[in-house]
């Protein structure tokens, strides 16, 4: 089992004609996850051919709005298509009063939906999505309202309880017998943003097969990124070649920045460098 990373809005803080607001989908065989739903997210997966009724999850950042605008639009789609199943929305301290009053006010429309929401507290850890093949976990990134971050993988166990063998990254292969412990990983990718550099996001990334991370501004710019609760391309580089992920992918980038620029800058310091670009498939 693999998973694509199929950026849906790599823009920070308002859409352009290229990018649209935050949102990313992870996606396997026959399902995703959301990580952020910006404003125009549910029609950039529609874009990319996803489909609303495979999706197990939305996982928001925090609650600024080029993070959350396009949730309510997307919850009204999933409430108007009749789904059954319930859908799981982590996020923030705070998301649950926000969802419930614009229930109340008559703007999500989810129906017979049941919205399951994880509020996120403290150090964060597990987020169950129950009946999903996704393992995800969060752990508390440092911007200026409460973040956190994300990690999703696949159980290992999901290509040996079907009887094929596994290959690890190194080319040793797990055959099916005699494997012990449910929780072994398969392919993982960790979501950072919006953050200054932290160790919260070294411990999502570690061993990943690709960190996402937020490369607001490039280099040059360092203070202001701070300033604002950013961080820049090359310290995501270095976030990523300290939690030894294999790839770095770098989205949400002002528009004021080239995001091609800001990775060849961030190349030194990490060799696998993706700048992301909307709709733009990166497989794992
Ligand atoms: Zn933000």
New binding site residues.
């Given amino acids: 089992m693999r998973l694509n990373l199929i950026p849906l809005g790599t823009s920070a803080g308002r859409p352009t004609l290229l990018r649209g607001a935050s949102a990313l989908a992870v996606v396997t065989e026959g399902a995703w996850v959301l990580c952020d739903c910006g404003e125009g997210a549910q029609i950039a997966a529609l874009r990319a051919g996803l489909s609303l009724s495979r999706l197990d999850a939305v996982l928001i950042t ?1 609650l ?1 709005g ?2 959350f605008n396009g949730l309510p639009g997307l919850l009204g789609t999933l409430g108007l298509e009749g789904r059954q199943r319930p859908l799981v929305v982590a996020g923030p301290p705070g998301i649950t009063a926000l969802l419930q009053h614009l229930q109340r006010a008559g703007s999500l429309g989810t129906g017979d939906m049941e919205v399951r929401v994880l509020e996120q507290q403290g150090d964060g850890g597990e987020v169950r999505i129950e009946g999903s093949q996704f393992l995800v976990e969060s752990r508390p990134l440092a ?3 409460p ?1 956190y971050g994300f990690r999703v993988a696949l159980p290992l166990l999901a290509d040996l309880k079907a009887g094929r063998p596994v290959r690890l990254a190194d080319g040793r292969v797990v055959d099916p017998e005699g494997l012990v412990g449910p929780r072994q990983r398969g392919a993982s990718m960790a979501y950072a943003l ?1 953050t200054v550099p932290c160790v919260s996001a070294v411990e999502l990334g570690r061993g990943v097969d690709a960190l996402v991370h937020e490369a607001t501004y490039e280099d040059a710019r360092a203070a202001l990124a701070h300033e604002r ?1 950013h961080s820049t391309g090359v310290e995501a580089a270095r976030i990523a070649a300290e939690a030894e992920a294999s790839a770095l992918v770098l989205t949400h980038f002002s528009p004021s920045v080239d995001g091609t620029a800001l990775a060849d800058e961030a190349r030194a310091i990490h060799p696998r460098i993706v700048a992301a670009q909307d709709l733009a498939e990166i497989p794992l």
């Fill in positions: 925090h600024h080029d993070h911007h200026r309202v973040t919006d609760g």
